[in-house]
Structures are given as structure tokens and as C-alpha cells.
């Protein structure tokens, strides 16, 4: 993007990640911007075992490319703690990479809930699925499918039967759905990203050059997904 900026008070002064939510919360209950926000989860990392450097590379890679074809786009990378490595690893990155930290932004929170407990509009969200898209299991599959409650299986079925890792479907999510009332949701993009954990369905068995170009693939067809949506 030729007119970023970086955000230089942000990283001089290492602000906390509570201060961090609220001011990108301010800013996303003043601008309508919730309809064009993208939130998702690290993929692959926390079930799936994959390298959290080599992963935080590649979301800041993925994200920097897309954001420099859309204007008027936010992805921001959701995770649960303040302590989350991933969250500081794709911070680090963004800054040195001189990202506009208003489009690409860390937040910690529960994706569920970020709008009633955070204060951040976001229209669509990404879930780390499993091939079959079903519903628990464990991580941000479990709580995306719990918070949405049936509509989403419903709705899910009607879109796909499985998924191919380092692919990504989307689905519109039901009015009814309690994430959509709460929370604004109106679209969950499923996305299967590469698998490091020999106790999951095709593990890679530590193969990063298989699997560093699946996450790729994984966090392109998500961008890309949400492009088609908000466009
Ligand atoms: N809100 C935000 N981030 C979360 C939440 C949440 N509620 N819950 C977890 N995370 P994972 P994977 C973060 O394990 O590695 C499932 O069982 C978490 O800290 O959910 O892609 C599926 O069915 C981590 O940073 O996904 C698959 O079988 C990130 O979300 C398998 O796990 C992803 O962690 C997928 O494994």
C-alpha cells in the first residue's frame, strides 16, 4: 500500500493489548467499519501443531499482498490471551513490514464475542475447521459452533461436505442465529489449514515446505472468500 503508515507510538511504547482493544474498538463503533472486517483465528496452530514462526510469517505475508489489492478492508487476527505468541510474533512482523495498522490489527478476545465483550464490529469471521465441518471437536471450532448455535451446521451442509486443507468455504449465517443477533456475524468462513498433529486426519509429518504452502493456500482462498463478500 503506498500510503501506509505504521503506527510508531504503538511500538515504541509497547502499549498493552487492553489499550490496544479499545482504541481499535473506538475507532470501529465510529466508522461503520464492522461490515468490511474480517476476524480470524491463527490457523493451524494450536490443534494442528504448526511452527508458530513459520505460520506468523505467513499471515503477514498473506495479509500484507491482500491488503495492497483492496482499500476499505480490515483483517484482524483474533486470539484468546494476552500471553498468545502468535498474536506478538505477527505484531512484530506487521511493524517492521510498516503495515497500516488501522487495516491489519492483533486483538485479544474471544471471536464470539467480540463485539459484546470487545467493542469490535466484525461482519465476518474465519473458524480453523476440520475436513468434515463438523460442529465441536475442540479450539475456535468448538466455540464458533457452540455460540452459533444449529442454524450454522444447518446452513454449513447446504454450502459443503468437506473440506481439502488449504481451502476455505463460505457460509451466510442465519438471522436467527445468536451470533448474528449478538454479534453482527452475518458470515462464517470455514477454512482447513494444514496438519502438523499425528493424532488428526492428513498429517504432514513435520513436511513444512507441503505444509507452509497449504497454510499460504489456506490464508489466500480466506482473503480471498471474504473479498467476494464485502465487494
Ligand atoms: N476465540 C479466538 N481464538 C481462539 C478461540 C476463541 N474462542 N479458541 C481458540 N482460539 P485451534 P487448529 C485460537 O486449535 O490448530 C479443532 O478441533 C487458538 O488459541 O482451534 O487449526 C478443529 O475441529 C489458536 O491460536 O485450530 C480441527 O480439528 C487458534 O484459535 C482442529 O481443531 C487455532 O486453534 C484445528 O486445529
Redesign the pocket.
Known amino acids: 500500500v503506498e500510503d501506509s503508515i505504521t503506527c510508531p507510538m504503538e511500538v515504541e511504547k509497547g502499549l498493552n493489548d487492553k489499550n490496544e482493544n479499545e482504541e481499535h474498538a473506538k475507532e470501529s463503533d465510529s466508522d461503520d467499519v464492522g461490515s468490511c472486517t474480517l476476524a480470524f ?10 511452527d508458530l514462526d513459520r505460520a506468523s510469517d505467513i499471515i503477514v505475508d498473506t495479509a500484507a499482498d491482500f491488503l495492497q489489492k483492496f482499500d476499505n478492508i480490515r483483517l484482524v487476527l ?3 490471551s494476552e500471553k ?1 505468541r ?1 498474536l506478538s510474533l505477527v505484531k512484530e512482523k506487521a511493524s517492521k513490514k510498516s503495515i497500516d495498522c488501522s487495516m491489519f490489527f492483533t486483538f485479544v ?4 464475542q467480540l463485539h459484546t465483550k470487545g467493542g469490535l464490529r466484525c461482519s465476518v469471521i474465519a473458524n ?3 475436513w468434515r465441518l ?1 460442529p465441536g ?7 464458533i459452533f457452540n455460540a452459533a448455535g444449529e442454524s450454522l451446521h444447518h446452513a454449513t451442509k447446504k454450502c459443503a461436505d468437506a473440506l481439502r486443507p488449504g481451502t476455505s468455504v463460505v457460509v451466510p449465517l442465519p438471522s436467527i442465529s445468536p451470533l448474528h443477533q449478538r454479534e453482527g456475524v452475518t458470515h462464517v468462513i470455514h477454512v482447513l ?1 494444514p496438519n502438523m498433529n499425528p493424532m ?1 486426519p492428513d498429517y504432514l509429518k513435520n513436511d513444512y515446505i507441503k505444509g507452509s504452502k497449504i497454510l499460504r493456500e489456506a490464508y489466500n482462498s480466506l482473503f480471498e472468500n471474504f473479498a467476494s463478500i464485502v465487494q
Open positions: 483465528p491463527s490457523i493451524s496452530t494450536a490443534d494442528f501443531q504448526f483474533v486470539d484468546l498468545s502468535i478476545g474471544d471471536i464470539t480453523a475447521a476440520n463438523k471437536g475442540g479450539g475456535v471450532n468448538a466455540a489449514g488428526r
